[in-house]
Structures are given as C-alpha cells and as structure tokens.
C-alpha cells in the first residue's frame, strides 16, 4: 500500500500545484470543493466512510495509478528532450515550440486524470460528509 499511497500523494500534490498556478495570485481556486483521497481516508472514521464508499475510493485510486505513472514518465522524457533542444546552438524556435506543444498535451491529460478521480471520490461522498471534511480540513474538527 506504501507505492499506492506515495503515487497518490504525489498526483494530488501535481493536480493542486497545476491548479494553483492556472489561477490568479496562484491561489487554488477548487481545493475548497475537492476532496483528496488522503483526506478523506485520513477522517474515515469521523465522516462514517461505509466500507462500500472507501472501497469504491480504493477502486478510483487503482484504476487511475498506472495512468498517473505512465503519463509522468512520458513527461519525465518530454522533458528531457526539452533540453536536449534547448542546448543546440543555435536553437530551433520551431521545433521547441512543437515540443512545448507535446509537454502541454501531457500535463492537460495528467490534469484531466486528476481532476477527474476528485470528482469521482467526491461523487462518492454524501453531502454531510463533505460537509464534515469541509469542516475537518479547516481545523473545525479534531
């Protein structure tokens, strides 16, 4: 479980750093209406999660975590292609500008994953534990 944990922390931490820096002031505009699965299992019990939601949580969470590892280790080569571009003497515009093309499409799927998988856990919650996380996330609760 310590692999499916650290992806998963690591996807959250990408998906509100993504967010963060499309807002202005860099602020992240949904972290309020998200809820990341750390902390919701991290309050399971406070928010009475039944066995039926957390599994369907768990089942989210697997079914995105090759994506989310695929998609960085393409990013991961995009990028180091980048450089390789970038140290040419001289530079082709053109082509960098094709790469920054290639690098965006994986950053908007990885968000769109991201994203997606927060609407899908929210989905799987009821109103007033949402309500309650809400509460939890900002001190209110224990």
Same mark, same amino acid.
């Given at each position: =479980?310590? @692999?499916?944990?650290?992806?998963?922390?690591?996807? #959250? !931490?990408?998906? !509100?750093?993504?967010?963060?820096? !499309?807002?202005?002031?860099? /602020?992240?505009?949904?972290?309020?209406?998200?809820?990341? @699965? /750390? *902390?919701? =299992?991290?309050?399971?019990? $406070?928010?009475? *999660?039944?066995?039926? &939601?957390?599994?369907?949580?768990?089942? $989210?969470? %697997? %079914? #995105?975590? !090759?994506?989310? #590892?695929?998609? &960085?280790?393409?990013?991961?080569? /995009?990028? $180091?292609? =980048?450089?390789?571009?970038? &140290?040419?003497? @001289?530079?082709? $515009?053109?082509?960098?500008?094709? +790469? #920054?093309? %290639?690098?965006?499409?994986?950053?908007?799927?990885?968000?769109?994953? &991201?994203?997606?998988?927060?609407? %899908?856990?929210?989905?799987?919650?009821?109103?007033?534990? +949402?309500?309650?996380?809400? /509460?939890?996330?900002?001190?209110?609760?224990?």
């Amino acid at each position: =479980m310590k @692999p499916l944990a650290t992806i998963l922390i690591l996807a #959250v !931490s990408l998906c !509100s750093a993504i967010l963060a820096e !499309s807002s202005p002031g860099g /602020e992240d505009p949904f972290a309020n209406l998200l809820f990341p @699965p /750390e *902390l919701v =299992m991290g309050h399971a019990q $406070e928010i009475g *999660l039944t066995d039926a &939601q957390r599994d369907g949580i768990r089942n $989210e969470v %697997r %079914r #995105v975590q !090759s994506k989310f #590892v695929d998609l &960085q280790f393409d990013l991961q080569g /995009e990028g $180091e292609k =980048m450089g390789r571009l970038l &140290q040419e003497k @001289p530079v082709d $515009e053109a082509k960098v500008l094709a +790469q #920054v093309d %290639r690098i965006l499409a994986l950053e908007k799927e990885i968000k769109k994953a &991201q994203v997606g998988l927060l609407v %899908r856990i929210k989905n799987q919650l009821t109103a007033a534990q +949402q309500a309650k996380l809400a /509460e939890l996330r900002h001190g209110g609760g224990k």
